[in-house]
């Protein structure tokens, strides 16, 4: 069974500075890996997914993210962000042959002007 | 890209009564549908998946006979929430995938249950 911890339950961060969101997961074997946003009284969408191939991943919104086999680690970034970037990101794993997904605790994202 | 129609977006009954959720793929086939309960401030965590025209599978703790589900077509499941109680308020959210590889899940809008 696969588990991820997102290391950070709040983030506050001023609009136009650059955010970093942590997940780390563990998995006896290989994993896809998603990050999804959820905004207020709304269902979850896709920003962007690690598959395979290049570990930097761009997704939408000027999300991307980076995938780091040897730390366990798929981290979120964004180099400027806006009000509307606020909301709640999750991080999600699933393993290669099952396509139940694990998601970890999500992080709280406040941007202030 | 795919879209998740999930209805209604809000539900507020009395105590004892059903209530039924739809959710629909609507540009695409979904060979796998799950379900999902949202508590305040809180992650997913996943009631069920269902499989066009088999039964669902229910998580360990999740009580089948309380939440059915009907996965009736390619595109439709339902999940009805039997004789509700307060208890069983919360958010509850679907998704949708088709086949393939790594295929993300796409998650519809949510329904907000409230039982009086």
């Known amino acids: 069974a696969q588990s991820v911890t997102q290391l950070d339950s709040q983030v506050p961060v001023f609009e136009e500075a650059p955010v970093e969101l942590r997940c780390n997961y563990s998995?006896?074997?290989?994993?896809?890996l998603f990050w999804y946003v959820q905004y207020p009284n709304q269902g979850l969408q896709l920003l962007l997914k690690?598959?395979?191939?290049?570990?930097l991943v761009k997704g939408i919104n000027g999300f991307e993210a980076e995938f780091n086999k040897s730390q366990t680690s798929f981290h979120l970034r964004k180099p400027s962000v806006h009000i509307s970037d606020t909301a709640e990101y999750f991080c999600a794993v699933s393993e290669l042959d099952d396509y139940k997904l694990s998601f970890g605790a999500g992080t709280t994202v406040t941007v202030r002007a | 890209g795919a879209v998740v129609s999930q209805h209604p977006s809000r539900v507020i009954c009395k105590s004892g009564t059903s209530v039924k959720i739809e959710c629909r793929s609507l540009d695409f086939q979904a060979t796998t549908m799950f379900w999902y309960r949202q508590f305040p401030k809180q992650s997913l965590m996943l009631m069920a998946t269902s499989n066009e025209g088999s039964k669902a599978t229910y998580e360990q703790g999740v009580e089948k006979d309380k939440f059915l589900i009907n996965h009736a077509s390619l595109t439709l499941s339902t999940l009805t929430v039997t004789s509700a109680h307060p208890e069983d308020s919360s958010f509850y959210i679907c998704?949708?995938?088709?086949?393939?590889?790594?295929?993300?899940?796409?998650f519809g809008d949510g329904t907000r249950l409230s039982i009086l």
């Open positions: 690690y598959l395979s191939g290049s570990t």
């Open positions: 998995s006896s074997v290989s994993v896809y």
């Open positions: 998704s949708a995938r088709f086949g393939g590889d790594g295929q993300p899940q796409h």
